[in-house]
Every structure is written in C-alpha cells, then in structure tokens.
C-alpha cells in the first residue's frame, strides 16, 4: 500500500533526511569517531574522578 510505504518513511526521516546519502554517510561516520574516541578517554576520566573524589 502507497499509504504505509510513506509513513514508514516518515518514521525514519531524522535530522539528515533531507541531504544528499554522500553527506550523510560523511556526517555519521564522523560522529562515529568521535564516539570512539570518547569511548577511549572515558577510563582515563574515570580514573581522574576517582582520585579527586578520595581526595
């Protein structure tokens, strides 16, 4: 059905729904490492919070 098809799709139009697939994937793989490199330097913040906390 013509009718399902579109609200499908209007339930995944995010905030990128409107550029061009190029730019998209340009957008999510920067914050994918971004991400990642957030998820490195998490132990080490941890760390530094646990030490100022017992101090």
């Known amino acids: 059905m013509p009718g399902d098809a579109q609200r499908q799709d209007d339930e995944h139009a995010g905030p ?3 550029l061009p697939v190029v730019k998209q994937a340009e957008l999510l793989y920067e ?3 971004q991400l990642k ?6 132990p ?3 760390v530094a919070r646990g030490v ?4």
């Open 52 to 55: 100022l906390m017992a101090t």
């Open 44 to 46: 080490a913040i941890d």
């Open 37 to 42: 490199e957030a998820l490195e330097r998490r």
């Open 16 to 18: 990128l729904a409107g």
């Open 31 to 33: 914050e994918t490492e």
